[in-house]
């Protein structure tokens, strides 16, 4: 059965960084389409990025792109997240995902499974 387990977040200062790593169980994260989501109290959840499995081709959120990372590490079978230049609008929780469930436009607009979340927060 496939797992996600998130690790890695916390706190930060604005401008800092924070890595994010999925763990996944039950299935190699190089098989099948991953990607990080994230959730505010009250909004709508936002799709930040996503890494197909040849993990080269990756998309990216307006919001982060140029700041953020995605990768594979098909050693430690994680999906990692690298969050640079953090703003205090970064402060979430965030979500990993595997195994696009509903495609569109060549990309996920919902997964098979999910992790539990980790919360992240920047202060200004």
């Known amino acids: 059965q496939a797992q996600l387990a998130e690790s890695g977040g916390g706190s930060a200062q604005a401008g800092g960084s924070l890595r994010l790593s999925c763990t996944a169980s039950g299935f190699v994260v190089g098989d099948v389409t991953m990607g990080w989501f994230r959730q505010v109290a009250g909004r709508q959840r936002e799709s930040i990025s996503q890494i197909k499995p040849d993990g080269i081709t990756a998309t990216y959120a307006d919001s982060v792109t140029g700041r953020f990372t995605i990768s594979q590490n098909k050693g430690k079978n994680t999906l990692d997240l690298q969050m640079d230049s953090l703003k205090p609008e970064d402060t979430a929780m965030y979500y990993c995902?595997?195994?696009?469930?509903?495609?569109?436009?060549?990309?996920?607009?919902?997964?098979?499974?999910w992790g539990q979340g980790i919360q992240v927060t920047v202060s200004p």
């Open positions: 995902a595997a195994n696009c469930a509903l495609f569109s436009a060549g990309w996920c607009k919902d997964f098979n499974h």
